[in-house]
């Protein structure tokens, strides 16, 4: 489950003139970059029609999804627009708007690989996920500790990189992700979703917060 991450100022009556959304742009379809350097996809989408109806103009902040947490707590910017699951642990931290949607985490690998999201399948084998998500403390916590290896990275596209090199037996990550963009272009013709979705969420709140704000621990 994913919402945007908003300024609370955003409800506020005070005139702004610019929001500067956090994203990664190694994650399509929801944020990436163009051969020309332009940021496309589904947030920025959303962040561009944010902004133009708040008659604001939108800055985009380049950030590792590891540290987009830390830095809005620093207010380094007025708000994450990224692909992050709602959890207990980052409401902790920080408030989310409502969900915008429902995704699911699965495993790439080659196809015919077989290979299965436990730990008794993927035993002896390299995992890589992005640092900071659900995927990377999900393999931490129930498979690393039964002889698989694990890799995080700081953006998915080194993640990506390394499965077609084969430094990486699979990758755990957002199947809409993977489906709508890795294994749409030419370098994922070799790979497929493969085994059944894995819960990696914890229990959250029943109403988040519609206002973002970044809270000290």
């Known amino acids: 489950m994913t919402a945007v991450l908003a300024g609370c100022a955003f409800g506020s009556q005070a005139k702004i003139a610019q929001v500067r959304f956090a994203v990664d742009p190694t994650y399509p379809p929801f944020e990436s970059k163009t051969p020309q350097g332009k940021l496309v996809g589904f947030d920025i989408d959303l962040g561009n029609a944010l902004c133009a109806q708040m008659q604001v103009k939108c800055v985009w902040v380049e950030s590792q999804f590891d540290g987009m947490i830390p830095a809005l707590k620093a207010r380094k910017f007025g708000a994450i627009l990224s692909d992050m699951d709602i ?49 990377e403390r999900h393999v931490r916590a129930n498979w690393q500790p039964y002889g698989v290896t694990m890799v995080p990275y700081g953006d998915q596209a080194q993640v990506e990189s390394d499965l077609i090199s084969g430094r990486l037996d699979v990758v755990f990550t957002d199947a809409a992700q993977a489906a709508n963009g890795f294994l749409k272009h030419p370098q994922g013709k070799d790979f497929e979703l493969t085994g059944p979705i894995v819960q990696t969420r914890l229990s959250v709140r029943e109403q988040p917060s519609a206002c973002v704000r970044a809270i000290a621990n």
Do not use: C, N, W
């Open 87 to 135: 959890t207990e642990e980052r409401l902790k931290q920080i408030d989310f708007t409502m969900p915008l949607y429902d995704t699911h985490t699965q495993l790439i690998a080659r196809k015919g690989s077989g290979l299965q999201p436990t730990a008794e399948s993927l035993k002896g084998k390299t995992v890589g996920e992005e640092q900071g998500t659900v995927q």
